[in-house]
């Protein structure tokens, strides 16, 4: 029969291992420490925050949405006449409530629904951004409030056709992986009444940093995993570089080639050029002559939206005037006009 240990052993074997560190070595049945772990990184592992989205799946929405930053990027620059630098800060997974927590009050929260989905996500932006886009859109210089305000009505008018801007490149972005259509769909300023998650369900965040001269601002997209879950195995890097690389099918090419057809184009055809001063302009009288660079046997040039394409002879085809096109232009042609 085993020997049963009395309390005030217990309490004695206790204590020599608290005071030691740990157990002996030799109590556990062996001295070698790889055996046990010892000097091997330990994975982190949060069970209050598992990581439902892989390292890789990470990868690809990283890349995904810088490339939506490069072409809002190059939008917003235009349309504010201003320098403008978006950069990926981080793509993050984490509850809806801590994303929540993370949002100031007041921020301008657009909801958007991904269509194919059947779902909704959140862009945010801080107020201050807002207000200096306002601001430049109406041709100041880009002074924002120094204190953070709700926005008025007239200026989510002016800023919602931006938003939409951002959702259809956003959505030209996300074409590489799957075909999404983002459509907006309702505005709010606090962030506490906006719930399109469980507030213990993981969210994909992605934050950008928007500098536009001397302000810097975030902007946060918010997509609940849920909607994610059906195109989650999409986002790999075989798949991501697969949807790159592929061709354009037969039907596709067919679309191109009809809206080509129907495309109307400008076609000019020049009859000569000459410089006349002002003062002879204004000179001109009924049945005067200018005198153009041309002789009547030189080809004409033809221009298809502003290129020079063919050269060609004037004449009349029925009871209108018309022209024949005789070649294409060459290098040459381009060259001796420019000599000339």
Not at 142 to 159: D, K, L, V
């Amino acid at each position: 029969m085993a020997e049963i240990l009395s309390q005030n052993e217990i309490d004695a074997l206790l204590s020599s291992v608290s005071e030691e560190g740990g157990i002996p070595d030799e109590d556990l049945g062996g001295d070698d420490e790889e055996e046990y772990g010892e000097g091997k990184a330990a994975n982190v592992y949060d069970f209050k925050h598992p990581n439902r989205v892989s390292k890789d799946q990470l990868r690809t929405l990283q890349t995904i949405h810088e490339t939506f930053a490069k072409t809002f990027n190059a939008y917003l620059a235009v349309r504010l006449r201003t320098i403008v630098d978006i950069n990926l800060i981080s793509v993050d997974q984490l509850q809806y409530s801590e994303f929540i927590l993370s949002i100031s009050d007041p921020s301008c929260i657009y909801i958007f629904r991904v269509e194919e989905l059947n779902g909704v996500a959140i862009l945010e932006i801080s107020p201050n951004l807002v207000l200096f886009i306002v601001d430049r859109l109406f041709g100041g210089k880009g002074q924002a409030s120094e204190e953070a305000r709700p926005i008025t009505t007239i200026e989510q008018t002016i800023m919602k056709k931006i938003i939409e801007k951002a959702m259809e490149n956003l959505s030209t972005a996300w074409q590489q992986v799957a075909p999404l259509t983002f459509i907006l769909e309702g505005f709010e300023s606090n962030p506490d009444v906006v719930q399109i998650a469980p507030p213990g369900e993981t969210v994909i965040t992605i934050s950008l940093e928007v500098k536009i001269q001397d302000t810097s601002s975030l902007m946060n997209i918010c997509f609940p995993y849920l909607i994610l879950e059906d195109i989650i195995s999409k986002l790999n890097v075989q798949h991501f570089i697969s949807m790159s690389k592929k061709e354009s099918s037969e039907e596709e090419v067919s679309v191109i080639n009809d809206r080509l057809r129907y495309t109307t184009l400008p076609l000019i055809a020049y009859l000569g050029h000459v410089d006349v001063s002002v003062h002879d302009l204004t000179s001109l009288n009924l049945g005067d002559v200018i005198r153009l660079d041309k002789r009547v046997e030189d080809l004409l040039e033809v221009t298809i939206g502003g290129n020079k394409k063919f050269l060609g002879r004037p004449g009349i085809s029925g009871k209108k005037k018309a022209i024949k096109l005789v070649r294409s232009v060459t290098e040459d042609d381009i060259s001796d006009r420019e000599l000339g």
